[in-house]
């Protein structure tokens, strides 16, 4: 193969960044395989071998998760990095140090400091390096550079073959597991599950969120075979009390080493409630001995974000911004909707990717949405705004369904349906707009949102 002339030379903006690594493998294109990524890391001088991890695979939650165990462990004056995917808006949000993104120089730096030996594993092996191995490489590089003390690392998909799993976990944080992504890692959650237990490793500690019993039985036999310490919610740790408030929640959790009271958390629902119990045991088991000082650990919830999820964008009317893209979280995201938020009417303005279950995400917010405007992204992935309405028809009825394929229009066509609330004969009133269906679709309304505001 002869080498990839968008790294033929140093990258100077980040725009060249971007095309560099667009041009590569898609992250939906996939080759079960750690031999790219591995021999990558080798020239790179296998960086995230002097990296202590914590590592997050699951059907959902991964990032809000991820950012709560960061907050924990700054709380605690350790030198985080965090790598999630996918993005938002922009590349650079999936590398952070100290709890921010990199900038873009730093970005491009950190791109230059890798690109110089793709052209080399693109000639030796059988497939080009992809952009999330690229992507993983170089955070693994940029937190061994920083230095940081930990890097809380979300898998891309899976375990097993995911690139990031070239790395081995002091923490190995499993959430729930649900049906997604079927076509790559099985048509049933135990054939998931087997796939996402990939990232248990020799002598690690794992913290397993609540699972089926058939899900659990997976975890558990991988733990024994490789001799992970186990910790289970429910059991060894979990939420004790949740109670919704303003802004979010008031929590008690039981953690690994101590119980936690009046932990206020800026964040909707109990699946959130759930992930902060996660990340608390996580933390618990990666930093200490005994029970964390329950001030610091409030302070640090009290300070955590997830953009993009269950995230009022605007207000006048409401606009809220969810990126459940499956059944599994569409259900925690409308529970949450019930939970905590008492909009009469909620529209609904949603994009899918064409390889999601758009019937189950449908199915999952018909119960909640008044009226739906089904859309769609710029992604060439994306479901078209007409065959998703078509399939919303089938669940909706026709009367409450509109199909406008322009999402800053869609979004304008809610707000306006969402302040006429008494149209639907409910009394006027907390009228608001849930965008959801993809993480695209929310990246790219929030794009447009912060920009009017």
């Known amino acids: 193969m002869s080498e990839n002339p968008a790294n033929a030379r140093p990258a100077e903006t980040y725009a060249e960044v971007e095309d560099a690594l667009l041009s590569r493998w898609p992250e939906t294109k996939l080759e079960p395989s750690l031999d790219r990524i591995k021999a990558f890391t080798e020239l790179l001088g296998e960086p995230q071998k002097s990296l202590r991890v914590i590592h997050l695979t699951g059907t959902n939650g991964k990032t809000s998760t991820s950012r709560m165990i960061e907050r924990l462990l700054r709380a605690l004056d350790l030198r985080t990095g965090r790598f999630t995917s996918p993005h938002l808006e922009r590349m650079s949000e999936r590398i952070s140090i100290d709890g921010e993104q990199l900038s873009d120089e730093e970005f491009v730096r950190a791109f230059n400091d890798v690109a110089a030996y793709t052209h080399i594993i693109d000639a030796d092996q059988e497939h080009p390096l992809s952009f999330f191995e690229t992507m993983v490489a170089m955070a693994y590089a940029a937190f061994a550079d920083a230095p940081v003390d930990v890097a809380?690392?979300?898998?891309?998909?899976?375990?097993?073959?995911?690139?990031?799993?070239?790395?081995?976990?002091?923490?190995?944080?499993?959430?729930?597991?649900?049906?997604?992504?079927?076509?790559?890692?099985?048509?049933?959650?135990?054939?998931?599950?087997?796939?996402?237990?990939?990232?248990?490793?020799?002598?690690?500690?794992?913290?397993?969120?609540?699972?089926?019993?058939?899900?659990?039985?997976?975890?558990?036999?991988?733990?024994?075979?490789?001799?992970?310490?186990?910790?289970?919610?429910?059991?060894?740790?979990?939420?004790?009390?949740?109670?919704?408030a303003v802004g979010g929640q008031v929590l008690s959790l039981q953690g690994l080493r101590g119980r936690y009271d009046d932990v206020f958390l800026p964040l909707y629902g109990a699946h959130q409630a759930q992930n902060a119990a996660v990340a608390l045991a996580a933390v618990e088991a990666f930093a200490s001995d005994e029970a964390l000082d329950v001030e610091l650990v409030r302070a640090a919830f009290a300070e955590v974000t997830s953009p993009g999820r269950l995230e009022v964008i605007r207000r006048s009317p409401t606009i809220v911004l969810d990126a459940a893209h499956n059944p599994h979280g569409a259900e925690a995201t409308a529970a949450a909707l019930e939970d905590s938020f008492s909009f009469s009417p909620l529209i609904g303005v949603m994009g899918v990717m064409g390889d999601k279950d758009a019937d189950g995400v449908l199915a999952a917010f018909e119960p909640h949405f008044h009226h739906l405007i089904c859309t769609q992204n710029s992604s060439s992935r994306s479901m078209t705004a007409a065959e998703l309405g078509r399939a919303a028809t089938e669940i909706y009825g026709e009367d409450r369904v509109t199909v406008v394929s322009d999402l800053a229009e869609a979004i304008d066509r809610a707000a306006t349906l969402a302040e006429a609330g008494e149209a639907f004969g409910d009394a006027l009133g907390a009228g608001a707009v849930l965008v959801t269906g993809s993480v695209v679709t929310v990246g790219e309304a929030r794009a447009m949102l912060k920009g009017r505001r």
């Open 152 to 244: 809380v690392v979300e898998v891309g998909m899976g375990g097993t073959w995911d690139a990031t799993n070239v790395a081995d976990a002091d923490v190995a944080v499993v959430l729930p597991i649900a049906l997604d992504h079927a076509k790559y890692l099985g048509d049933s959650t135990t054939a998931i599950a087997t796939e996402k237990a990939g990232i248990l490793k020799p002598g690690c500690f794992a913290i397993f969120a609540e699972q089926s019993a058939e899900v659990a039985a997976v975890l558990l036999a991988r733990a024994v075979e490789v001799g992970a310490t186990v910790a289970r919610e429910g059991m060894e740790f979990g939420v004790i009390s949740r109670v919704p």
